[in-house]
């Protein structure tokens, strides 16, 4: 790709990612309504996350070795076990299970 | 500063974020070992690490190019998958310091592991600030460094799925959001934001997904 167009996907990019990012801090005062609905986002946003990564784009659970990973870290977290644990464990999950089976 | 809640120390956040940035490193060696195979020149690669920093919407953008699609639709591609950049910014705002300016560019700190780890250090309804910049400028670090690195050495690095880190952002995203599952809201938002999530996601391009579990979850947080 030559330099004057990577520099129009770079710009381009950065700029709407810049201009979503600085929406909620440069609005002033939101509604109530509106803030007070954003303790509701965090859960949502995370499930859904955690749902993307174990389906692909296919909304399909798609079984490989992340999945049993989170379930580790799901149980790990359910025991109160501190975040690092939690996040070491699932890694050490897949990477010993893809060695193990050559996934 | 002083005012707020959960005053932890700079170091804990970090220690906390650690294993976040090793991933977050090697997410970002990858980003650049496939970019600069995709005919990027290697600068704009580090550029676009430096200047959107955003795995997701960097990899969306890329994967366009890569499949001989025009710079507009990688563009527009990109900015879908931070569509949920919008809500996670109103979430933050009342947790930054300083006018809409400075909170508008300290906002640029805001990714999804940032963002979740700032809500588990708050109080309910009011992410940390501190750990939000904290863990937002520790993770830009190693992810340009890691962009550059990716660029720079390319092929020599080995499969980062190997050592499982790919399995580092689910479960890090599990451990975070655990916790949270203590009311009725906070489940009715996290099972409605999985399932709108997987219904969205065969039929949308990416990003739509997220964005379409982030309007869910503000409907139902009451």
Redesign the interface.
């Known amino acids: 790709m030559a330099g004057p167009v990577a520099l129009a996907l770079v710009i381009g990019l950065a700029a709407l990612s810049f201009i979503m990012r600085a929406t909620g801090p440069f609005l002033p005062n939101l509604p109530a309504a509106i803030t007070e609905r954003t303790s509701g986002l965090a859960p949502a946003l995370l499930a859904a996350l955690v749902a993307i990564q174990l389906t692909g784009s296919h909304g399909i659970l798609h079984l490989d070795v992340k999945v049993p990973a989170v379930l580790v870290a799901a149980v790990l977290a359910a025991l109160r076990l501190p975040f690092i644990v939690c996040v070491v464990a699932g890694a050490l999950v897949a990477a010993t299970l893809r060695a193990v089976f050559h996934l | 500063m002083a005012a707020m809640q959960a005053d932890r120390s700079v170091r804990q956040i970090l220690?906390?974020a650690?294993?976040?940035a090793v991933?977050v490193f090697v997410f970002g060696a990858s980003f650049g070992v496939l970019a600069v195979a995709a005919?990027?020149?290697a600068w704009?690669v580090v550029?676009?690490s430096a200047?959107?920093?955003?795995g997701s919407?960097?990899f969306a953008?890329l994967g366009v190019?890569a499949a001989g699609g025009s710079?507009?639709t990688?563009?527009f591609a990109?900015?879908l998958l931070?569509?949920?950049?919008?809500?996670?910014?109103?979430?933050?705002?009342?947790s930054?310091p300083g006018g809409?300016?400075l909170?508008?560019?300290?906002?640029?700190l805001?990714t999804?592991e940032s963002?979740?780890m700032s809500?588990?250090a708050g109080a309910?309804?009011r992410?940390d600030g501190q750990t939000l910049l904290v863990t937002g400028a520790f993770l830009y670090t190693v992810w340009v460094i890691g962009t550059l690195i990716g660029a720079l050495l390319g092929p020599v690095l080995g499969d980062p799925?190997?050592?499982?880190?790919?399995?580092?952002?689910?479960?890090?995203?599990?451990?975070?959001?655990?916790?949270?599952?203590s009311g009725k809201?906070?489940?009715r938002?996290?099972?409605?934001?999985?399932l709108?999530?997987?219904?969205?996601?065969?039929f949308t391009p990416?990003g739509l997904?997220?964005a379409?579990?982030?309007i869910?979850?503000?409907?139902?947080?009451?």
Not at chain 2, 51 to 54: R, S
Not at chain 2, 189 to 194: F, W
């Open positions: 220690q906390s650690a294993p976040i991933a005919h990027l020149p704009s550029l676009m200047l959107t920093f955003a919407a960097q953008a190019i710079v507009l990688a563009i990109g900015a931070n569509l949920r950049f919008i809500a996670t910014g109103i979430a933050v705002t009342r930054l809409r300016l909170r508008s560019l300290l906002g640029q805001s999804d963002y979740a809500v588990r309910p309804g992410p799925k190997r050592l499982g880190l790919d399995a580092a952002f689910p479960a890090c995203f599990v451990a975070i959001l655990w916790p949270m599952l809201h906070a489940v938002c996290a099972i409605a934001g999985a709108v999530a997987l219904a969205l996601a065969p990416p997904p997220l379409g579990a982030a869910v979850g503000l409907w139902l947080a009451r």
